[in-house]
């Protein structure tokens, strides 16, 4: 979509193209339920979360940057109320099931982190090219095996 867009502005200036692609703060009360909506979209099983909204986030003009900001901030209350559901599980679990939580909480918050800023540079620079071969390669993959797997029983 950015591609496409881009295309059409090869002969404006730098002020013309910065106004087709806008910052988060200009973003208005309709565009940002339209992200938030599109959220919903990803209780569709495959479908994730964070691409749907930065797909959104992209199709209301946001610049790559602010669209991938936006869906990570997005995702902030859906994380939390998950764990507020889950933890309540491991009242009455022993010392050594709590000490395995808290390293995976911290290893996952970390990986999390370096990932999320390895993104955000990337969104910088880079096009999604990288991720849009994977997404090929695994639904092939994945219509392979299910018709594999299909056919064997049937």
């Known amino acids: 979509m950015r ?3 881009e295309e ?11 106004a087709n692609f806008r910052s988060l703060s200009s973003l208005s009360w309709r565009e940002a339920l339209i992200v938030g909506f599109a959220q919903s979209l990803a209780l569709i099983p495959g479908i994730s979360r964070t691409g749907v909204t ?37 009242v009455g679990q022993t010392a050594q099931t709590w000490l395995y939580v808290v390293i995976g909480m911290v290893v996952a ?11 955000m540079k990337y969104f910088e620079t880079g096009r999604l090219y990288p991720f849009a071969y994977y997404c090929w390669g695994a639904g ?9 797997i299909a056919h064997g029983k049937g």
């Open 109 to 119: 918050g970390i990986v999390a982190y370096l990932c999320t800023k390895f993104l």
């Open 140 to 148: 092939l993959l994945s219509l392979i095996l299910l018709f594999t």
């Open 3 to 5: 591609r496409r867009a």
């Open 8 to 18: 059409k502005l090869t002969f404006s200036n730098a002020k013309a193209r910065e």
């Open 54 to 90: 930065i797909v959104a986030g992209l199709g209301v003009r946001l610049n790559h940057e602010d669209a991938a900001r936006y869906s990570f901030l997005l995702g902030t209350p859906l994380i939390g109320l998950a764990a507020l559901l889950e933890v309540p599980q491991l």
